[in-house]
């Protein structure tokens, strides 16, 4: 028998897809149908090449797809049929206009909300999935009520921040540290928590299930990114410090990490963070304080950022005057374009950054990555950040781009004549490479700048490698400055 409660998520992105199928597989009493615009994109769902690399995730889409679990672009049907609609669209920082650069863009979200008022005949419960600014509840309300031509149609709205992250979502959804619902205090929005909660039940221990009022919900969601972001830009702020006395940042924080009022998770120091959600809602965090005149409060945060662009430009400096002051025409073998291992995704990803830096003083960057393709690095690097972008001549014209990037699918070839590495993402593979023979093919000095601390720094250093790695004593070679 057809399952009779059904779900619709509308987004079937990062967050939408691999949430869906995890329900869709814990829960074959109820349809899940996974709905988006992009027709191209359902297709892939619906294809042996999903549109996203998610370790485990084919194996969960393969059980469930066709059973309880269905990828389309009908959205009039499926939104008209559904009990409880996920809302996963993409809520991108606005690039124009009023709080560009800092405010989400409710665009999309809109769109959802006005498609379900459009088709909706009966109850919906509709679940905010996208991170979204403090009181987006309310305004969706709004949207959903003034929209809906029948006035029996009731909306209940909850907050359900998804907290996975790249990489690792299907074990993140396995067993999530918590997952929170946000709902209205009514009897209704009180039912409907408990019927979102009765999903999660079906294989989240009960006491995991923490339920809040609506606001904190949406707030829970911003502040634990925010204070994520702050334990990497802390621990990256403490990595300059320790190159400049002779500190190992490995060993401080390991140190520091014992404390368990710290705890050791999240300190690696890197090139910098980067993801579709760090600085996306940092900088919303610091908009909805602004907003309520909170200046000191935004400007607190907004330092989280400001560390996160000197940790790239910082990197760079490095790079540069390593490398006797100039890298220009000089072949840069870049390792890794994502924004962390396991994921194909680049939204923000500091190698965006940290390439148009080299691009700016005239090198030629040579990209390999596992995951990630040419176009995706083509565009990243040409795209400007906002309208109005561009800003120190760091942006470069498209011809400069393709005409000193490119992009190769071996990292030996990527290596082969290159006067550095650079590691930009912490791909386990990076390890394992015979660094004999990338040295032999390298122009010397050969230099390499370890921008995530995953490299055997004494073995290169024998090789013959010039080695920098983040937060840790430099090199007598670097500690010149020319
Ligand atoms: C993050 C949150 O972890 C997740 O809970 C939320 O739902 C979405 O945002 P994600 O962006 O997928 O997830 O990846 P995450 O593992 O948090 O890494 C973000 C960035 O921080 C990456 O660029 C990563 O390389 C960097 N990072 C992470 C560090 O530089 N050092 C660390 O110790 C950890
Ligand atoms: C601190 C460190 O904890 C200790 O490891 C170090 O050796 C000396 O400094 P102490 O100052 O004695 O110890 O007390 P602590 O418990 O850390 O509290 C410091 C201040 O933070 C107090 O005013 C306390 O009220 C405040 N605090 C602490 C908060 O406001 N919120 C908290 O969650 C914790
Ligand atoms: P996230 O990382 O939050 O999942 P993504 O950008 O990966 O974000 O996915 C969001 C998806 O939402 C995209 O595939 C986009 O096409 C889809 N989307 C945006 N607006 C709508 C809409 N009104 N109806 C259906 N799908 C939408």
Redesign the pocket.
């Known amino acids: 028998m057809a399952p009779s409660y059904k779900i619709a998520c509308i987004g079937a992105g990062y967050v939408g897809g691999p949430t869906m199928s995890m329900i869709a597989l814990n829960c074959p009493d109820i349809e899940v149908v996974v709905l988006d615009i992009n027709e191209e994109r359902i297709k892939a769902w619906n294809s042996e090449q999903l549109p996203i690399y998610e370790p485990g995730l084919e194996e969960v889409v393969r059980q469930c797809r066709g059973r309880n679990l269905f990828f389309s672009s009908d959205t009039t049907k499926h939104l008209a049929e559904a009990d409880m609609i996920f809302v996963s669209v993409n809520t991108p920082t606005k690039t124009s206009g009023i709080g560009a650069g800092k405010a989400a863009d409710l665009t999309y979200w809109e769109g959802a909300a006005r498609m379900i008022a459009a088709v909706a005949t009966t109850p919906k419960i509709v679940v905010e999935k996208s991170t979204v600014p403090v009181k987006t509840a309310e305004a969706i309300s709004k949207v959903l009520k003034r929209n809906c031509t029948d006035p029996s149609v009731t909306f209940e709205i909850l907050s359900n921040p998804?907290?996975?992250?790249?990489?690792?979502a299907i074990e993140d959804l396995r067993m999530p540290d918590r997952v929170l619902i946000g709902g209205g205090d009514s009897e209704a929005g009180q039912a409907a928590i408990k019927q979102l909660a009765w999903v999660y039940a079906h294989w989240i221990p009960q006491e995991r299930i923490l339920t809040t009022n609506l606001w904190s919900a949406e707030l829970a969601k911003l502040t634990?990114?925010a204070m994520?972001?702050q334990?990497?830009s802390s621990?990256n702020s403490i990595s300059a410090l320790c190159e400049a006395t002779g500190a190992d940042v490995q060993q401080v924080a390991r140190a520091i990490g014992m404390d368990s009022r710290i705890g050791s998770?999240?300190?690696?120091?890197?090139v910098?963070?980067?993801?579709?959600?760090?600085q996306k809602d940092i900088l919303n965090l610091c908009y909805v304080c602004e907003g309520v005149g909170l200046k000191e409060v935004a400007d607190y945060w907004m330092k989280v950022v400001t560390m996160n662009d000197y940790q790239k430009q910082r990197f760079v400096e490095r790079v540069i005057s390593a490398m006797f002051n100039t890298v220009a025409r000089k072949r840069l073998a870049i390792f890794g374009f994502a924004?962390?291992k396991d994921?194909g995704d680049t939204r923000e990803?500091?190698a965006i950054d940290v390439c148009r830096g080299l691009l700016a003083d005239g090198a030629k960057c040579v990209v390999y990555d596992p995951k990630v393709t040419p176009v995706q690095v083509f565009r990243d690097l040409s795209a400007p950040k906002f309208e109005w972008d561009r800003p120190h001549g760091w942006g470069k014209s498209e011809r400069h781009i393709t005409e000193n990037v490119q992009v190769v699918a071996d990292p030996y070839a990527c290596a082969e004549g290159a006067h550095a590495i650079c590691v930009l993402t912490?791909w386990d593979e990076f390890k394992s490479y015979d660094y004999q023979r990338l040295y032999d093919s390298m122009v010397k000095p050969a230099f390499i700048f370890d921008g995530r601390n995953v490299l055997d720094h004494e073995a290169l250093r024998s090789i013959g490698f010039i080695v920098y790695a983040l937060g840790k004593p430099l090199d007598p070679f670097l500690q010149k400055s020319y």
Do not use: V, W
Not at 162 to 168: H, R
Not at 272 to 278: A, N, R
């Open positions: 998804e907290f996975l992250a790249e990489g690792t634990a990114n994520l972001a334990r990497i621990i998770k999240f300190m690696n120091t890197s910098g963070f980067g993801g579709s959600c760090f924004f962390k994921t990803t500091p912490e």
